[in-house]
């Protein structure tokens, strides 16, 4: 998986010099759409990121790549090994912001937390489970979705987005646009070893016709 990753690092960066990929800084927000602003004023007021720096966090979702839809949450995944302490440090950090809530579950069989809070116009959803931020399902879909992104331009990207308007969430709005089949996480995550001349050939073929 290490390896896998690496590799898909590598063939983004070509990709966008305009957002210093892999999402790692924040600072890209500033120079990008008006919510993406927003958001990058709502995360370095509030200081919500370098709080949880001991939890390796990153954006992930449909801000970082502009998909978002009106009540989108700012999603952040963390390297949780001890989640609670991961509750206290949360509890005492945004106990009191609005809406604050934190609920355990299982992911991917990992034990794995959910914290929600409202900050300023944002709801804000982070989790957390035992496995490296950079390894995380969320994060390695934020990386494919860019890279699909960028190969198909604005024509691709505005199929996701009316897959989105009408309701679908980020992972199957994309499988829906490629028309892959089956689990719609599972088959994103399959195409991220996929070199970029692969997702080309394959999902946007370049018209020989005039």
């Known amino acids: 998986m290490t390896s896998q990753l690496t590799d898909a690092r590598r063939k983004l960066r070509p990709n966008d010099p305009s957002m210093p990929l892999p999402f790692q800084d924040v600072a890209y927000l500033r120079h990008g759409t008006v919510a993406q602003q927003t958001a990058y004023y709502a995360l370095t007021t509030s200081n919500l990121l370098p709080l949880l720096q001991a939890y390796q966090p990153l954006l992930v979702g449909t801000v970082p790549i502009d998909l978002q839809q009106p009540g989108s949450d700012l999603d952040i995944v963390c390297a949780v090994y001890d989640l609670g302490a991961f509750e206290a440090l949360v509890q005492a950090q945004f106990g009191h912001y609005p809406d604050f809530a934190v609920r355990r579950t299982e992911r991917q069989g990992y034990p794995s937390i959910v ?35 960028t190969l198909g331009g604005a024509a691709f990207r505005a199929r996701v987005h009316a897959q ?46 005039e």
Not at 118 to 126: D, S, Y
Not at 164 to 186: I, M, N, Q, S, V
């Open 115 to 149: 914290v929600g809070f409202t900050l300023g116009e944002w709801p804000i959803e982070l989790f957390g489970q035992p496995v490296p931020s950079a390894q995380q399902h969320g994060y390695r879909h934020l990386l494919i979705e860019h890279r699909l992104l």
């Open 164 to 209: 989105r308007a009408a309701g679908l969430k980020t992972e199957p709005a994309f499988a829906t646009a490629l028309g892959l089949a089956g689990d719609p996480y599972a088959a994103l995550l399959a195409l991220e070893t996929c070199s970029d001349a692969e997702l080309q050939t394959r999902y946007f073929p370049i018209s020989t016709t």
